[in-house]
């Protein structure tokens, strides 16, 4: 037996003597989903148990270092990890934008000091994140950002807003672009960590099409921050911004019901079979299903052994949100009446309708669909023109 | 499997795209349409690919080939499909070999030694229809002395006249649309009762209506198990969807090479038409496209090495996509090259009807994602 072979293996018998039985059935939704942080209540004891069986074995983050909470895994025992995961139905112990967005750029841009101080955390679920990159008047033009950052000495005095916040109310820090240098656009701007609770943070929450309100306008009224809370150089935030949305991109390219390749057609044939049009429209999702988790394979072996083009998430975040966002309009036109339920228990507080409308988000959120057009076209293709 | 190529894989590539560029670039192809060739083919290159060992690459080593798998096949196929390389590769080395490998020694000592050394041809007979529908073959195979004796048509046999021997499919029982009952045979073309007409298609490429009137073959011409002929069908089918897949992964992509070229190049309003933001983004959708395409195909590939039992499906799927993404290619292609792409002394219309014909080859896209619906359980 090859080495991978036996770390499956084991990884397997691991999981199956750790994950427990409620933790091996689909999250239900959002609420359903172990987020950490200070406030976070479990929803049940096997969701406690599950995270600290994870966190023990570093398998919230099994790919990080061991000394920053991960098992130090290679890309391909992470692999199987995920695939044995998969096989089992185990839910993921911990979600966080820590773990798929700030981790990413600390091990590349932070201090061995905050490597071990905030990944750590991360790791071990204690403290929720929240991204401050947007604002009303900067959006796909992020570099336009006006909030500022008085340099104080040893600290600096932040004012101005964010908006679209995601969990900006439950979250217990924010890792927040802030320029620091008015006369420079690029290189001008910070990346800041800070605590919520910093006297002059306050967050609004907004209400989305969906009917919930996970995000938030974010407004910072002479917030203190200390020096040493920055990440990367000073007025060099941008490259660590940009690296993290690689990151994120790639992270919600993946997005979308169980990941998986089981189609949901099965599940809906008694309609299908009465509906040739739609089945025909249910089989070339399937068929470009199938192919966008052959690409997501073939993109993660090719990004982790350093072979993918460095925008290519770019591509995938593209291809895999507008994929989302079929699946949802095929799920509620097979579902038809019944998929318009917005509260009854009948149709799970309106959820097919409610998922089909945040999934529109996902062409939008982390940089639109538009913008990934234009990277691709530009970095990847090589197209002349501004 | 990791899916990224192996260091001899990249190799391999190499050498195919230097040989397909140099010997058989679109030139050579357009030189023996224009000569009007009666095979669509060149005899001589034929041999250049026995020489290099491209004909024998899923030939077992036992039996004198290279023993490789069907991504290696495709690596090949990709080159092919890129510079339009007119060749018997797809049908002989790949749909008529996968067959062959499940017959007998005797058979397989009889048509492998040809293979290898290029000089032979083999023409698949299986469709009857316009359409692919396998499973529909009506052509007889009646008992008759010590073998059997064929009776029917069949359509699409691409080189079937250039061909030395046709894999017939045909029915010894059952009826048309069951699977069971089925029976592939090797017929020699020079066969009495067997009738051909040469066809020349759309990408110049020349193809046979064939008649079997009553061919007498001996039982040794069986390849396979009598009646069970849908396991060696379905084998040689899958090699060969899965490896006009990739040659489809090499069509679409040269055509959008060609046309990103264009778009850096040509000017109207002042600038290069590859600033305009129309045409930028269509350009990366079509490049996500492909992307996808050569994933799938490269999944779908090594499934079959592995003898994996999703391999059906991600075949299916494979075939469905690239054919999809190869014909958004050469559409696009067409249409960002405005006046000149309409021409025929630019190359972008070759690569246009080249697709129209790989995706007829065993089973269109719709055909397929019929399919992949089918086995998903609806
Ligand atoms: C659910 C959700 C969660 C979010 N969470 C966060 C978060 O946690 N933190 C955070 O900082 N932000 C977050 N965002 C904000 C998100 O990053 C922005 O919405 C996004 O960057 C787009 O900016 P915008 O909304 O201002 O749209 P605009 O930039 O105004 O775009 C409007 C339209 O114009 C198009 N467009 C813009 N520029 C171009 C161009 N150059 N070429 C072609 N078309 C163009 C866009 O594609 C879009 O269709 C979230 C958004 C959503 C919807
Ligand atoms: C069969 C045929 C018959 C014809 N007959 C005649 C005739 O009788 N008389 C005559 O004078 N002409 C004729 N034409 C020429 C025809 O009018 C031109 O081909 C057409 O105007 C396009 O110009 P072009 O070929 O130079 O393409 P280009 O202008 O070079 O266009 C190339 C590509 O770039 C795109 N493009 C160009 N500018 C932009 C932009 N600003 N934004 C986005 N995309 C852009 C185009 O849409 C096209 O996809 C004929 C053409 C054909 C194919």
């Known amino acids: ?386 | 499997m990791a899916m990224t190529l192996t260091d001899d894989q990249n190799m391999l590539r190499d050498t195919a795209r230097d040989f397909m560029a140099s010997e058989a670039p679109v030139t050579h192809f357009r030189k023996f349409r224009d000569m009007g060739c009666k095979d669509g083919f060149s005899h001589g290159l034929w041999k250049q690919f026995a020489e290099i060992g491209f004909t024998g690459i899923l030939i077992p080593e036992a039996d004198g080939g290279m023993g490789m798998g069907q991504i290696e096949a495709g690596i090949v196929l990709e080159e092919i499909g890129r510079n339009l390389s007119p060749s018997p590769f797809l049908t002989t080395s790949v749909a008529a070999v996968e067959a062959l490998k499940l017959a007998d020694k005797a058979m397989r000592d009889r048509w492998f030694p040809g293979i290898l050394a290029g000089e032979t041809v083999i023409g698949i007979a299986i469709e009857e229809g316009v359409k692919h529908r396998p499973e529909k073959i009506a052509c007889v195979a009646e008992r008759s002395g010590n073998g059997f004796k064929l009776t029917g048509q069949k359509q699409f046999v691409v080189q079937g006249a250039s061909s030395d021997m046709l894999i017939v499919a045909a029915r010894t029982a059952g009826a048309a649309g069951e699977t069971d009952g089925l029976t592939l045979f090797a017929v020699d073309k020079d066969a009495a009762g067997l009738s051909m007409e040469a066809a020349r298609l759309v990408d110049s490429a020349v193809s046979a209506h064939v008649k079997l009137d009553g061919v007498q073959v001996n039982a040794d011409a069986v390849i396979g198990e009598v009646d069970g002929g849908w396991a060696v069908l379905s084998k040689m089918l899958d090699a060969g969807r899965v490896g006009a897949a990739a040659e489809m992964v090499g069509v679409g992509t040269g055509a959008m090479d060609m046309t990103f070229e264009y778009l850096k190049t040509r000017k109207q309003f002042d600038r290069v038409i590859g600033e305009f933001q129309a045409l930028q983004h269509r350009a990366a959708h079509l490049y996500g496209e492909m992307e996808g395409a050569r994933s799938i195909v490269l999944k779908a590939q090594s499934l079959m090495d592995e003898g994996h039992a999703k391999a059906e499906l991600y075949v299916a799927a494979a075939k469905a996509k690239a054919g999809l993404a190869c014909n958004l290619s050469v559409r696009e292609g067409v249409q960002m090259h405005g006046g000149i792409g309409m021409t025929d002394e630019y190359d972008i219309g070759l690569y246009m009807k080249r697709d129209r014909s790989l995706n007829e080859f065993f089973g269109d896209a719709y055909y397929h994602a019929d399919r992949v619906a089918t086995m998903n359980g609806y």
């Open chain 1, 1 to 386: 037996m090859s080495e991978l072979e036996t770390f499956r293996a084991e990884a397997r018998a691991w999981l199956e003597e750790n994950c427990p039985a409620e933790m091996r059935t689909p999250a239900k939704g959002d609420e359903d989903v172990c987020w950490g942080g200070r406030n976070f209540v479990f929803q049940s004891e096997a969701q406690k148990l599950w995270l600290e069986r994870c966190v023990a074995k570093g398998y919230t983050v099994p790919d990080w270092p061991k000394a920053y909470g991960g098992a130090g895994l290679s890309p391909q025992e992470t692999k199987v990890l995920r695939q044995e995961m998969a096989k089992l139905g185990c839910r993921s112990p911990l979600n966080s934008f820590g773990i798929w967005m700030l981790g990413p750029a600390l091990l590349k841009f932070g201090t061995e000091e905050q490597k071990v101080h905030y990944m750590g955390q991360i790791a071990r679920g204690e403290i929720r994140w929240c991204q401050g990159y947007s604002e009303p008047g900067s959006g796909s033009d992020l570099v336009s950002m006006q909030t500022f950052g008085e340099d104080k000495g040893d600290h600096w005095v932040v004012n101005g807003q964010k908006i679209w916040t995601s969990y900006a109310d439950k979250a217990d820090w924010i890792f927040c672009l802030v320029r620091t240098d008015k006369t420079n656009k690029y290189q001008g701007i910070s990346f800041l960590l800070f605590d919520m609770e910093t006297p002059g943070v306050s967050t609004k929450p907004i209400k989305l099409i969906s009917g919930n309100s996970p995000f938030c306008e974010t407004f910072f009224d002479n917030v203190v921050v200390p020096k040493n809370q920055i990440v990367g150089e000073i007025n060099r935030g941008w490259d660590v911004a940009k690296y993290l949305l690689g990151h994120e991109r790639e992270m919600i390219s993946g997005m979308g019901g169980d990941g998986g390749v089981t189609s949901i057609g099965a599940a809906m044939k008694a309609t299908l079979s009465q509906e040739p049009v739609l089945r025909a429209q249910m089989a070339l999702f399937d068929v470009d299903n199938l192919t966008f988790r052959a690409h997501g394979e073939r993109f993660m072996d090719e990004w982790k052994t350093g072979k993918a083009h460095p925008a290519y998430s770019n591509l995938m975040k593209y291809v895999g949100t507008e994929l989302n966002k079929k699946r949802n309009e095929l799920v509620m036109s097979i579902g038809g009446t019944q998929a318009l339920e917005w509260e009854s228990e009948r149709s799970n507080g309106g959820s097919k309708a409610r998922n089909w409308l945040r999934t529109k988000a996902n062409s939008i959120e982390g940089g639109t669909s538009e913008v990934m057009l234009n990277v691709v076209s530009k970095r990847i293709l090589e197209m002349p023109g501004a």
